[in-house]
Every structure is written in C-alpha cells, then in structure tokens.
C-alpha cells in the first residue's frame, strides 16, 4: 500500500502551515517525500505569540531530505491567493497538491458581527481560495494530475451561533468544491474537502488555560469520543485524499471529527 499514500516527487503548497493542522500536515506530506510550499503569514503568528512558527516548520521539513520554502502572504490582500501559488510555483517548480488551510474565525453573536469584520472573513476564508483555485486548477489540469484538498469544519453540518459566518463559509467553500470536483475529474485533478471537528489547535489555546473548562468542551461538543483531536490526526486522512489514493475520489466530504458530526443516538 505504500505506494499509494508516497507523495515522493510531489510539490506540494500549504497555506496556514507555520501551526496546527497546516503545520503537521505539511510535516505528513515531507515524511512521504513530498516538497512543501509554506505559506505563513507573519502578522498572524507574531499575535499568536510564534514569530518563528513558519521558519521552525520550514528545518522540520528540510530535516526529512526534501526540498521546502516559505511563502509570506496576508490573506485579506486581494490577489494574495494567486500571487502565492505563483511564487510557489517559482520555487518548485510546479504544484501538484494544495492545500488550502488557513482560516479565520470571531467568536460574536450574531446580531453583534461588525460589515468590517464579515468582509474580512469573507476576504480571507472564501475569495482567497477562489483565487487560490483559478491559479492552481488549471495547470494540474494540463499536466493531467493534480489534488486540491479544502480543509473544511465541522460546523458546516453542525453550526454553531457564535460561529455563523464562518461556519456559512466553510459551507460556501464545500459548495465551490462540489461545483469544481465534477469538471476536473476527468483530468485526474481531484477536488475534496476535510472537515476537522474539535480540534486542540493555537487558535483555542486560550480555551485550554482552564483544563476543567476545557474538558466540559471535550464531553459537551466532541462526544461521542469524547475528547478533541491533536493536528497530528488529521495527518491520514490528508494523505488519504491528496496521494494517489484519491485517483477515485471526487466531491467528498470527509469528517474527521470522531463521530460528532453525527446526530445523537436515539
């Protein structure tokens, strides 16, 4: 089997892998001799307190014996996203794989959410891939291989209030996978999405300062397993969808959320 999951002489581009499931992601695809495109951006990781995130990530992947390089870009520019994929390009060669990763999410109800702040998340967590996507597809395409993995949420299937623009986008970029899959199929380009639940990442860090609290988190939204997920368990499924693995697989949907995207029992 190991020849299906290899990704040796792949090149592939991450964005938001400086951290969490970018960053072991990334780590995955360089164990299985893949080169790594890191897009990080440097604004982001200095507010989560991990300046050198990106520049850490990059020897990890060099220290596999495979070819890496980092990519700076902020997401809420327009045109970042195809300006990234070409510097990628510039710097493997080419991109077989992308992952499009980053994200952000603001906790507020609903009624509250500033027009400032759902452009921002619409900028960042919908157009930006557009653009990643228009840039990347097409020459997949032409050279007749390629995989594109949307890493998605569970909220798209199980909202939650505080989360109702994001969670509406993530659903939105599901969609644009769906709508994508079907015309590039026939290239053996294929288009999927990765929807994580519960996941202990550096953006809910701050919910596990108090580990009571946290566990109330992990019994009240992870259940039925009961506990959320490290970046590392994503790793598999990753692999699953962008190695040859994928060659049948178009439009899916996988939740890697241990069973709490599904409706409780009874």
């Not at 990334?26 to 495109?37: H, N, P, R, S, Y």
């Not at 991990?50 to 045109?79: H, I, M, N, W, Y």
Request: with cysteine; net charge neutral.
């Amino acid at each position: 089997m190991s020849k299906w999951f290899s990704m040796a002489g792949r090149r592939a581009l991450i964005t938001g892998a400086s951290m969490s499931i970018g960053r072991s992601i990334a780590l995955g695809f360089a164990d299985e001799g893949a080169a790594v495109a890191l897009h990080y951006s440097a604004a982001a990781d200095a507010r989560a307190g991990l300046p050198d995130a990106a520049q850490f990530t990059l020897d990890e992947v060099r220290s596999r014996s495979v070819a890496g390089c980092l990519v700076e870009a902020d997401l809420a520019q327009p045109g970042s996203g195809r300006e990234i994929v070409a510097r990628a390009i510039e710097q493997l060669g080419a991109v077989d794989v992308l992952v499009v990763c980053a994200s952000v999410q603001t906790r507020t109800p609903f009624e509250a959410i500033s027009a400032a702040e759902i452009e921002r998340q619409v900028r960042i967590d919908f157009a930006a891939t557009v653009e990643l996507l228009q840039a990347a597809l097409p020459p997949m395409k032409a050279r007749g291989w390629g995989r594109a993995l949307l890493i998605g949420s569970i909220n798209q299937v199980r909202p939650a209030p505080d989360l109702a623009i994001y969670a509406a986008l993530k659903s939105a970029q599901h969609n644009l996978a769906l709508n994508l899959a079907r015309g590039y199929a026939p290239f053996n380009v294929m288009i999927n999405t990765l929807a994580p639940g519960l996941v202990a990442t550096e953006r809910n860090r701050w919910r596990r300062k108090d580990l009571d609290e946290w566990r109330e988190i992990e019994r009240r939204t992870a259940a039925p397993i009961g506990r959320a997920a490290s970046p590392d368990e994503m790793v598999g499924a990753a692999l699953l969808l962008c190695s040859e693995t994928a060659s049948y697989i178009a439009g899916a949907e996988l939740m890697v959320t241990g069973g709490s995207h599904l409706a409780p029992a009874g």
